[in-house]
């Protein structure tokens, strides 16, 4: 079960280290760079699509071999990035907007999720089809998301004092038991644990009412982008095919992750459903036109304005395409 973004990774510490190898290629030896992704996560479906990179060979091919790094409250993205340790980090735009304006050297080189993945989950008899339905309704969410909400109130003219924050752990229990009339949730995480219990559930992704945040974004820093130029391109070139693997079938990706991980707890069931729900967030339009992971002048316009309202100032520069266009030809 993953904790929304802006809650989930207000943690600090995590050690990292990575290995290198050699693989026989059809008539030579190729030495393999050893590098690291860090995950901003533990490991789960999430990030299906870097599985499939490792287990299809696109990295190995490419001659890398890729050390997936499982996130989580001992594992912080920005610190083994900052430091080298891991050549590319998972992250999301608001957190890489903090850190760079507390000097850190990061540059958004790609973006997974096209839509970012938070949402309002309600129930079918008081549901939340629009930011405007939340007033007079209880929210239930972590304080640390206030800045969200506010945001999301802002963009669309509706007055935050007509809702009753309720501080809940991130669970879906207070809105099934009937404490809360709505909980801010990812839309991949809550609304799927209730449905695998056989509650349905109203979901509105705040992305569809002009909350832009690019999330699962993958930050490198201005030194790896001047002088491991390499690496990265094959590094994203495999994540690019290991996703375009992920969206023709997310079911495999799905009971590859359970595969690759038994220790994980995960349940196919539930990885297979959230394998679902990540296709339109990571697969648009745009992604289609110009390659997983693109972004446009006009997204990175639309971040930068809500970042400011996120209290989070940043310049288009923080976005860097160079690398996409290699990697896309």
């Known amino acids: 079960m993953h904790l929304p973004t802006l809650t989930r990774r207000l943690f600090l510490g995590g050690t990292l280290s990575t290995a290198g190898a050699a693989v026989l290629a059809p008539g030579r030896v190729q ?8 995950l901003s996560w533990l490991h789960s479906v999430q990030f299906g699509g870097s599985y499939l990179a490792r ?4 990295w190995r091919d490419a001659g890398l071999e890729v050390s997936l790094l499982p996130g989580g409250p ?4 920005e610190p083994p990035v900052v430091a080298g340790t891991a ?3 998972i992250s999301a735009a608001d957190y890489t907007a903090a850190a760079v304006n507390q000097g850190a050297p990061f540059r958004i080189i ?4 096209q839509k970012n993945p938070f949402a309002i989950a309600s129930l079918p008899d008081n549901p939340v089809n629009s930011p405007a339905d939340l007033v007079g309704k209880k929210i239930g969410m972590a ?3 206030i800045p969200v909400l506010e945001a999301l109130c802002t963009i669309n003219g509706v007055d935050i004092g007509g809702i009753e924050v309720v501080p809940t752990q991130y669970d879906a229990a207070p809105l099934v038991q009937g404490q809360v009339d709505c909980l801010l949730c990812w839309a991949t995480d809550l609304p799927v644990a209730m449905e695998i219990q056989g509650v349905e559930s109203v979901t509105m992704l705040l992305a569809d009412h002009g909350y832009a945040v690019h999330s699962q974004t993958y930050i490198a820093t201005e030194d790896s982008l001047a002088n491991r130029r390499d690496q990265l391109v094959a590094l994203m070139k495999g994540e690019v095919m290991g996703w375009q693997d992920y969206q023709a079938d997310p079911e495999a990706a ?6 690759m991980f038994p220790d994980a707890g995960l349940d196919l069931a539930t990885q297979k459903l959230q394998a679902e729900r990540q296709v339109p967030l990571m697969f648009s339009d745009l992604t289609e036109a110009e390659g997983f992971g693109w972004f446009t002048e006009e997204t990175v316009a639309a971040n930068v304005e809500t970042l400011k309202l996120l209290g989070k100032p940043v310049s288009p520069d ?3 395409r160079s690398i996409l266009e290699e990697v896309h030809g």
């Open 31 to 38: 030495a393999q760079e050893a590098v690291a992704l860090q």
């Open 55 to 58: 287990k299809n060979g696109y």
């Open 74 to 77: 001992n594992a912080p993205v």
């Open 87 to 89: 050549l590319v980090g």
């Open 110 to 113: 790609g973006v997974a999720m």
């Open 143 to 145: 304080l640390a998301n």
């Open 254 to 259: 799905a009971a590859l992750s359970v595969e």
């Open 318 to 320: 923080l976005w860097d």
